[in-house]
């Protein structure tokens, strides 16, 4: 089959369909973004301080396919906006069917420098918002059986050192995304994908840092944004009677201590 074919059937499968991605504007939330738009999907790309490219990538999806991405912008640590997001979200194309928690806040939190404004930051963008995000869109996506995805991290089972709040946040997020899956289920399916070493951090990172991580996994690379992507795709688009798992996209780290 060639890719022309392929594509079509792919966009045949999802048309109509919407998808809300948090953080959609940059890095895995925007080969995210611009994945499940190849497939069909329209799509919704929120964002908090990177409104720019927001409208630059979605500018670029509706050249592609003529009113098919929206953006919509918000601070999720504001808890007043959960469900004005979700309802602005849906008003787009007057139907909600897939979404993303993909917006994170990531830092270092060494053990005696914490503060309480380190820990509502981590614990709102990383479990706060995702909760919140998926109880306001719950009836949307009950309509339509819809997907709820969180992104969570292969540390939210093996700790980083100096990370202890971001670590409990995400492991948080394992959790309730088996909580949500059950308390959703049957309409609503609900996973999680866990990304290893696929982008490093905007921060520098040492090359011995990044050769010890790698050197870590099974297969001795780093993974690339689409690998998340496409896990996500398949989540949503196919995997009709999976819910409740945590998918690591890991490159083999987890089975090696």
């Known amino acids: 089959m060639d ?17 809300l991605i948090t953080g959609g504007a940059k890095r895995i939330g925007a080969v995210t973004t611009h994945t499940l738009h190849q497939a069909g999907y329209n799509v919704i790309i929120h964002c908090r301080l990177s409104r720019e490219a927001a409208d630059t990538l979605a500018a670029e999806l509706n050249r592609e396919r003529a009113d098919s991405a ?3 912008q918000g601070d999720l640590n504001n808890e007043t906006i959960y469900n004005h997001l ?6 787009c194309w ?6 993303v928690n993909n917006a994170s806040s990531f830092y270092p939190t060494p053990v005696g420098s914490i503060t309480l404004d380190d820990w509502h930051n981590l614990l709102n963008s990383n479990l706060k918002a995702p909760l ?3 109880q306001a869109a719950a009836p949307y996506l009950k309509q339509v059986e819809g997907n709820i995805i969180n992104m969570t991290d292969v540390h939210a089972q093996r700790p980083m050192k100096d990370h202890p709040v971001y670590c409990a946040a995400k492991a948080g997020l394992v959790m309730l995304t088996m909580s949500l899956a059950k308390e959703l289920g049957p309409e609503v399916r609900v996973n999680s994908v866990a ?12 090359e ?13 690379k780093p993974g690339d944004p689409i690998d998340i992507a496409k896990t996500i ?16 996209v890991d490159g083999g780290r987890n089975v090696n201590i």
């Open 86 to 91: 979700i309802e602005e979200a849906y008003q």
């Open 195 to 206: 990304p290893g070493a696929i982008l490093w951090p905007d921060n520098e990172m040492p």
């Open 233 to 248: 795709l398949f989540l949503v688009r196919d995997a009709h009677y999976i819910t409740g798992q945590m998918i690591a």
């Open 94 to 99: 007057n139907r909600l069917d897939v979404l």
């Open 208 to 220: 011995h840092t990044k050769s010890m991580i790698l050197e870590r996994t099974t297969l001795k």
């Open 132 to 134: 919140f995000l998926a």
């Open 70 to 72: 929206k953006v919509i």
């Open 3 to 19: 890719n022309s074919n392929a594509n079509n059937i792919n966009k045949g499968t999802t048309s109509g369909k919407t998808v």
